[in-house]
């Protein structure tokens, strides 16, 4: 899967837990009259890609893992009519309200596919989701009457980290109408986040590699994805912060020269955790680097690493890998 390429803190203030309509246009009262929604029409403009929303969408299409969670997350799973493109299992919590789902394909449906499914909404986590090349790009699914939504994570310059959740979230709870769910799930997420940053405040941060996969090349975890913003707020320091992007290659070289203490494994594909633990092991220019010399792995599911409702769970799973004493 093609991985191209506000504040979270502030969510407990009195601004966040507003009625949200100020996120988009105000309702046109004669609109409303004629039976759109309280709220809406509402207006949006999504990396680029401004859409009005006269109602809420009934019949939404997730593609990938955490675009599926956010709306399980906000108790739409009535308005899921098809998903695709799943990394690993959908969280234990959500598991129910998941059943009964259509799965469209297992990785990106055709573009016949997907509209056959009637969608008036489809939300995509990763660029690749409005492949133009499938058929699947943004415009051409607006043509055909479907709205759609690109994560954040995607079309943001420089960092992401909690104020694109926030924005996230806000911004998809208000496009189905149920702005105060988002609320209370980023208040949620944000206490668990205060709480592990308490634990780890005083520990000593240790040097992280990320290593998402790769033999000649090493593709890790870059500054500008949240997946850096999950180290940091986990109590440790992303050794390749420098790449300009969410993921990147890298050279072998590069680690050597940087020396992490730690290497956090992302789990997700037909590599297992353990082939690729063998692959550092043998190689003989990893040696001497701290955390392969003294074994120190950590693992994360690349679906908690990427901008979803899995970052405060991302947040205390490796806080509690990377400062096991801190409890």
Known sequence: MTRTRACLR???????????????????????????????PFTVTNCGVQTTFDAPPKRAVTMNQHTTE??????????????????DAILARYRSDYQ?????????????????????????????????GAGRDRAGLEKSGVATRLSVEYCTEGKVGLDQLRTEIT?????????????????????????????????????VFVYDSGDNTAFTSGGHG?????????????????????????????????????????????????AKKKRLL?????????AVRDRRFAVLPLS???LGVRVADAVEELARQLHPAAR
Not at 102 to 130: C, H, I, R
């Open 171 to 207: 911004e998809v709870a208000r496009v189905f109408g149920v702005p105060e769910r988002g609320a209370r799930l980023l208040a949620e997420g944000q206490r668990r986040i205060e709480a592990v940053k308490a634990k780890v405040s005083a520990a000593e941060h240790p040097s």
């Open 282 to 290: 043998q190689d003989p220019a990893l040696r001497e680097v701290p």
């Open 226 to 274: 949240i997946g850096n913003e999950i180290i940091s707020l986990a109590g440790g320091d992303n050794v390749f912060s420098d790449l300009k992007d969410t993921f990147g290659d890298v050279s072998w070289e590069q680690v050597v020269q940087r020396r992490p203490e730690v290497v956090v494994i992302y789990d997700y594909g037909g590599t297992t955790v353990e």
């Open 10 to 40: 502030a969510l407990l203030t009195t601004a966040l837990l507003v009625p949200l309509a100020a996120c988009g246009s105000q309702p046109d009262p004669v609109r409303q009259l004629q039976g759109s929604p309280a709220g809406f």
């Open 304 to 306: 908690s690493a990427v």
């Open 100 to 132: 009964g789902i259509k799965v469209l394909a297992k990785e990106y449906p055709s573009k016949e596919v997907l509209l056959a499914a009637a969608p008036d909404f489809v939300y995509g986590g990763y660029t690749s989701a409005f492949d133009e």
């Open 70 to 87: 956010i709306l399980l997350a906000l108790g739409l799973g009535d308005r899921i009519v098809g998903t695709a493109y799943l990394d």
